[in-house]
T-cell receptor, first 115, second 112 residues
Framework: EAQVTQNPRYLITVTGKKLTVTCSQN?????MSWYRQDPGLGLRQIYY???????DKGDVPEGYKVSRKEKRNFPLILESPSPNQTSLYFC??????????????FGSGTRLTVV | GNSVTQMEGPVTLSEEAFLTINCTYT??????LFWYVQYPGEGLQLLLK?????DKGSNKGFEATYRKETTSFHLEKGSVQVSDSAVYFC???????????FGTGTRLKVLA
């Protein structure tokens, strides 16, 4: 089944403790992206990747890191999480490196709580 | 910059009612337009899309027409069901920017 798999689905952590949210897709998609979803703000893009080893900042990159060492994986790293990073996170991928015409396939989300 | 504006929710309808969720956009160039649906506890799913002016996207009884003259992409369905209850997001992307812009979402609740 074609899908984007995120882990974990739920995570509660403490301020400052480094964490990684994994994302993997099995569709050979070139384009991948991370979003956070907050009430009243919709989805905001954190980082995106046009292809292996090519990443760029989205609209809210502060406090996050990403890497794209292989085409299928695009982990999101929080080096020192803070309570304002409590949110629902989505990974998404798209067939086109221009990320435009095909739309996204989304993962099921990771609900992160930082206390 | 590019932006998407959706009508405020929640929208509450009775089963079999007609649905319209408004979406307007601001963009340079010629964006592609999308509607996504998010069911409770799930990720977003692509519902339909249109990539050029006057295109009509359709899926599962939903449809939307890309109107360049009014910069709109309103979502419609002739007869909603309880199972359509979800949050609907309008989105755009512009070639060369590698970015998607999402609206804030409109929650739809359909009552039996």
């Amino acid at each position: 089944e074609a899908q984007v798999t995120q882990n974990p689905r739920y995570l509660i952590t403490v301020t400052g403790k480094k964490l990684t949210v994994t994302c993997s897709q099995n569709m050979n998609h070139e384009y991948m992206s991370w979003y956070r979803q907050d009430p009243g703000l919709g989805l905001r893009q954190i980082y995106y990747s046009m292809n292996v080893e090519v990443t760029d900042k989205g609209d809210v990159p502060e406090g996050y890191k990403v890497s794209r060492k292989e085409k299928r994986n695009f982990p999101l790293i929080l080096e020192s999480p803070s309570p304002n990073q409590t949110s629902l996170y989505f990974c998404a991928s798209s067939r086109s490196s221009s990320g435009t015409d095909y739309g996204y396939t989304f993962g099921s989300g990771t609900r992160l709580t930082v206390v | 910059g590019n932006s998407v504006t959706q009508m405020e929710g929640p929208v509450t309808l009775s089963e079999e009612a007609f649905l319209t969720i408004n979406c307007t956009y601001t963009a340079t160039g010629y964006p592609s337009l999308f509607w996504y649906v998010q069911y409770p506890g799930e990720g977003l799913q692509l519902l339909l899309k249109a990539t050029k002016a006057d295109d009509k996207g359709s899926n599962k009884g939903f449809e939307a027409t890309y109107r360049k003259e009014t910069t709109s992409f309103h979502l419609e369905k002739g007869s909603v069901q309880v199972s359509d209850s979800a949050v609907y997001f309008c989105a755009l992307s512009t070639s060369g920017t590698y970015k998607y812009i999402f609206g804030t979402g409109t929650r739809l609740k359909v009552l039996a």
